[in-house]
Nanobody, 117 residues
Framework: QLQLVESGGGSVQPGESLRLSCVLS????????MGWYRQAPGKQRELVAD???????KYADSVKGRFTISRDNAKSTVYLQMNNLQPEDTAVYYC???????????WGQGILVTVSP
């Protein structure tokens, strides 16, 4: 059974950085588009960034220039480097593994990131 396990969340002050990691187990990492989504209180879940099997990358406009997504196929891990964090980045961040052509996707359990003075 495929599993996604996130780590690296926490509480930081504005301007600080965090790096989220998500390890995929129980499946072939290399065939999935890997993504990070987030859901803030009272808001819908939104895409933060994703990276395809050919390393095509997409970012939400709100994080461009501050966040960087990357993947390490040898470690079955996707990362989200988050710099210059702001209070509006506070949310539960979810890892996603998708095969869009097959309409398949899997979700991690989510990890909390809190940015406050």
């Amino acid at each position: 059974q495929l599993q996604l396990v996130e780590s690296g969340g926490g509480s930081v002050q504005p301007g600080e950085s965090l790096r989220l990691s998500c390890v995929l187990s129980g499946g072939p990492f290399m065939i999935y588009t890997m993504g990070w989504y987030r859901q803030a209180p009272g808001k819908q879940r939104e895409l933060v960034a994703d990276i395809t099997v050919r390393d095509g990358i997409k970012y939400a406009d709100s994080v461009k220039g501050r966040f960087t997504i990357s993947r390490d196929n040898a470690k079955s891990t996707v990362y989200l480097q988050m710099n210059n964090l702001q209070p509006e980045d506070t949310a539960v961040y979810y890892c996603n593994a998708a095969r869009p052509a097959w309409k398949l996707e899997h979700w991690g359990q989510g990890i909390l990131v809190t940015v406050s003075p």
